[in-house]
């Protein structure tokens, strides 16, 4: 499988991390066949930016003056060259205000490979069998957070504002982007309730893909047990129809609830009476490898012997 | 809080499923104030379909005929007759070959939501202080494969065929749309490395930021435990330098590695000795309240006698 092969995660990431710099388009518009002559004004700034796996990215941020025609034509010598040089894909960058050149790409056989705000990508994949590219995001990732607070045996739930199934759930919603789980939890339960609470650990994962309200996309909802620090509800009206500290037990007991619910207030039981370890996955922070950035990692809690020791025997 | 406010995760998810179809537009253009007279072909199709968040939805399916500048003269007169409604939003829906009108669009405000494949999607915010439309999907998830015998205690790792740090981990990739997560991990073991095998347990979760592998959003990478049922490796040269069977206890040992990959080692090792339910987190499918679907849930094991209890006392 070629090095571009869409499911060679760490490749991919390198990939773009990475990305080597090499003005591969202007050679194409001094000597190319036919773009330079069919289009002599703006083509110049058709260029490409070789990656290193051989895929070519053209930015257009100042084709003002060029007009679709002229640039369907330069862009279609463009990739003929492209392809003679046994490049594999052409990515292109296009600002909203510059869409006119969308329709142009396309009938070239582009797609859209994603677009966000201001601007679009469209890709087109030259090498051979059907496309290897790496796609976009996949997910939303929705959070909820468990509140229970240990003293008086007591969890934070909500009722929907839906007037078809008034359900009792966890306060929760959509991560923003670039926020962290536990983030996303204490911000939803204050949003929703008024209540204040700290991350505590992460309890179970859902996937559920073609969601309808991630616009066909898959959907991952988290549920964090958090511990409370403020105990008055004021809760958010256009939201919720009701907020109340419950016994967990009722919780447990109760049929007016999602599955889901029922499940993590079981959960929640069984960590109760047993110890929270036996359900908690807990939260590290720790270095990237090669991005320098850091990440959060969750994983059931490791005794300390076995984070230091150096082997089986 | 209104109620299209971004972070309401289930009332979004509602809204979408249920969206209620009225033709909002057409009066527009029939009484309307400038659009049916500046733009006299191609209006009628700019409907308008009402959501129950006070939104409107447009699809720009066959609008061959008209101009952009018609467009944008009929596309402003309307979004003035929807304001005044009190309408919240505009989702304009256009196919790829018709994105003349995305710029037009542009210059009223209109902002890029997705785009995908051969359509995009814009929306405009029309209530009051920042937008609280839903975002678009925010993560990729990556899965990588565990595969441990635990008859003869060895692990399967790779290095990939990257000559800057070749690092022992374990083999994987990046989610298929709509591949459940045990799934991705098989599939990357076996087009990697050859080797067959079973999901188990999912075993750890990371979530990173402004990933460069990610086109800027967000990175998932989950790790699970699977068992082989099969032991000759095969692996792709063009994706992997090395891939073998290494014992455990070297893998906790090695510094050639990631600081995930060892800390998964050490999780493993523990599970071994220990009993794997220890780091485990199990996978049940349940049906969705909302929208008949089944989701997979992931948590750590919980005792029957916790599933059928009734309550606390």
Not at 122 to 149: C, E, K, M
Not at 151 to 170: A, G, Y
Not at 179 to 198: L, M, N, Q, Y
Request: hydrophobic share 40%; glycine share 10%.
């Amino acid at each position: 499988m070629p090095p571009l092969l869409r499911g060679s995660y760490r490749r991919v990431v390198l990939a773009l991390a990475r990305r080597a710099v090499l003005g591969a388009g202007p050679r194409c518009f001094a000597g190319g066949s036919g773009c330079a002559r069919d289009s002599p004004f703006g083509a110049e700034e058709l260029r490409g930016e070789l990656d290193r796996f051989g895929g070519v990215s053209v930015r257009l941020g100042r084709l003002d003056a060029l007009d679709p025609v002229a640039f369907q034509r330069a862009l279609q010598a463009a990739v003929q060259k492209w392809r003679s040089e046994g490049r594999v894909a052409v990515w292109l960058h296009i600002p909203i205000l510059q869409s006119r050149f969308i329709a142009p790409a396309a009938s070239l056989g582009f797609c859209f490979h994603h677009a966000e705000s201001d601007s679009s990508m469209l890709s087109l994949w030259l090498g051979n069998g059907p496309s290897r590219l790496p796609g976009y995001a996949t997910h939303q990732v929705g959070v909820a957070g468990a509140v229970f607070d240990e003293n008086t045996r007591k969890i934070l739930v909500v009722q929907d504002r839906n007037k078809l199934k008034n359900m009792w759930k966890f306060p929760g919603g959509l991560s923003e982007p670039g926020e962290d789980i536990g983030d996303t939890a204490v911000r939803e339960v204050f949003e929703e309730t008024g209540i204040k609470s700290e991350f505590r650990s992460l309890l179970s994962i859902r996937q559920q893909h073609t969601h309808p309200g991630a616009f066909g996309k898959s959907d991952m909802y988290i549920i964090c047990r958090l511990k409370p620090y403020s105990f008055t509800i004021n809760f958010c009206q256009h939201e919720c129809l009701k907020c109340e500290w419950m016994d967990l037990s009722d919780l447990v007991k109760t049929k007016n609830t999602t599955p889901i619910t029922s499940r993590v207030a079981r959960l929640l039981l069984y960590g109760y009476k047993e110890g929270f370890d036996k359900i908690d996955l807990t939260m590290e922070e720790l270095p990237a490898v090669y991005t320098g950035l850091f990440y959060k990692l969750y994983h059931k809690k490791l005794p300390d012997n076995y984070k230091t020791m150096t082997g089986v025997d």
